[in-house]
């Protein structure tokens, strides 16, 4: 009960061809999207923060980084004007994993800057810090996050009925 040589041969020239052209479409697929990109003006490298995960721009996955300050980013006429830290949304590559993401998350992100082309901003390369790790953002937001706090029950002093009021103020004054 020998299967015929030839009809093995058959069978796997048949199944090699068609593991061959699934192939051959599946690069065709995943190329299409990326060729259509023209090369990149800049490629950044910059750590921050998680802000926002789930947006889309286009097909592609979209999240908010709050980036620190990146002293060499070019403009689009090519000179080089700086960064501030900031919150900024950019399109992610579908390489790369969005979904283990949390908000918070310290991240190092590669991105491509392509100003005539959409999206601008493409995220290729995403690395999770340990976590806990400190990013500085320097002297421009990272502090009023905590200041707030602090103002916000420094000015509940006027006369107590407005809102969450601090008793250890109340009793000192
Ligand atoms: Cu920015």
Redesign the pocket.
């Known amino acids: 009960m020998k299967q015929p040589k030839g009809f093995l041969r058959g069978r796997l020239g048949w199944f090699t061809l068609s593991i061959l052209m699934a192939l051959v479409s599946l690069t065709g697929a995943c190329g299409s999207s990326e060729t259509a990109l023209p090369p990149a003006d800049a490629t950044y490298e910059v750590e921050g923060t998680i802000q926002r995960i789930g947006g889309s721009q286009g097909a592609y996955a979209e999240i908010v980084i709050r ?1 620190r300050s ?1 002293t060499d ?1 070019r403009n689009r006429e090519g000179e080089v004007v700086g ?6 949304p950019f399109a992610v590559a579908s390489e790369i994993p969005v979904e283990g993401l949390a908000i918070g998350d310290p991240v190092s992100v590669a991105f491509e800057v392509r100003w005539e082309a959409d999206p601008v901003l493409l995220v290729t390369g995403l690395e999770l810090l340990p976590p806990g790790t400190r990013i500085d953002f320097g002297n421009s937001e990272a502090g009023p996050v905590e200041t707030e706090g602090t103002e916000a029950s420094a000015t509940g002093d006027s006369d107590g009925a407005d809102e969450s009021e601090p008793e250890v103020e109340a009793d000192a004054i």
Not at 83 to 88: D, P
């Open positions: 980036h990146i980013f960064m501030e830290s900031m919150a900024m």
